[in-house]
């Protein structure tokens, strides 16, 4: 039998409405912390849409593995992974960009609410994948942002892509926008070392750091290169309904 003791009832009205958002309403400002109670129930419907959006993604980035694992016997994805921001974090970057604390708004001016990041073999397949993918008449491309090509100045080296897919619900059919990230398996290495060390000194990375860090992600690059020419001599350039 377990012993442990009952959850502590929210003993005020903000306490129960904090509860639901996932927050602790009560170090903010007491404006902000009932918009933000208020916002609470809306957002579990919103996050609703949004995870749903992020599975049609998954389904279509799984549909493309097996497809080519078992008809062409070479899958040049190696992973999919999903996120969707929390309720906190929206509220930190709606701050930032200095949005009203409104759904509605967010829904419209934040397109990344939900992500996913495709790992590829290779550079090439990172654009392979993406073009498959938008090629889809249910998806609408948005924006694209190619990092592979023209790198950022710290050395993070990404596609990333935009796009909206529809959620069918009892209700009918809406569109949602989701973010998704192109990268190599290397690529994906040195932006998880990145984000670790900025998060390490809180943004605010030592030069000399920071100047290794573009040194690694040539050496990301290098390898990227050398391991694609490898797998071309041994076995090809991969399918030719790649091309």
């Known amino acids: 039998m377990d012993d442990s003791p009952e959850p502590t009832a ?4 903000l306490e129960r409405l904090g509860a639901g958002t996932g927050m602790d309403l009560s170090t903010m400002p ?3 912390a009932r918009r933000l109670a208020t916002i609470g ?3 579990r419907q919103l996050s609703l849409e949004y995870e749903f959006a992020l599975r049609e993604v998954e389904t279509k980035m799984h549909i493309l593995q ?3 694992l078992h008809l062409h016997d070479y899958n040049p994805i190696e992973h999919v992974s999903t996120r969707l921001k929390t309720l906190d974090s929206l509220v930190a970057k709606a701050n930032r960009r200095e949005l009203p604390m409104d759904l509605d708004v967010w829904r419209r001016e934040i397109l990344d609410i939900a992500g996913t990041r495709v790992t590829c073999s290779f550079r090439r397949d990172a654009y392979r994948v993406f073009d498959l993918f938008t090629e889809r008449q249910d998806v609408e491309v948005i924006s694209v942002k190619d990092y592979i090509a023209q790198p950022k100045a710290n050395g993070y080296s990404s596609l990333h892509a935009t796009v909206r ?3 069918y619900l009892s209700t009918g ?3 949602i926008p989701v973010e998704i990230q192109f990268r190599t398996i290397a690529m994906d290495f040195w932006a998880s070392l990145d984000h670790k060390i900025k998060y390490k000194y809180d943004g605010e990375v030592p030069a000399e ?3 290794e860090l573009q040194e690694a992600a040539q050496a990301a690059d290098d390898l990227d290169r050398r391991m694609e020419n490898l797998h071309d001599r041994v076995h090809g350039s991969g ?3 790649f091309v």
């Open 30 to 32: 007491p404006d902000l």
């Open 41 to 43: 129930a809306d957002y």
């Open 239 to 241: 399918p030719t309904l």
């Open 209 to 211: 750091v920071a100047d």
């Open 165 to 167: 897919v529809p959620v």
């Open 66 to 68: 097996d497809e080519f």
């Open 173 to 175: 059919v809406i569109l």
């Open 10 to 13: 929210p003993s005020t009205d």
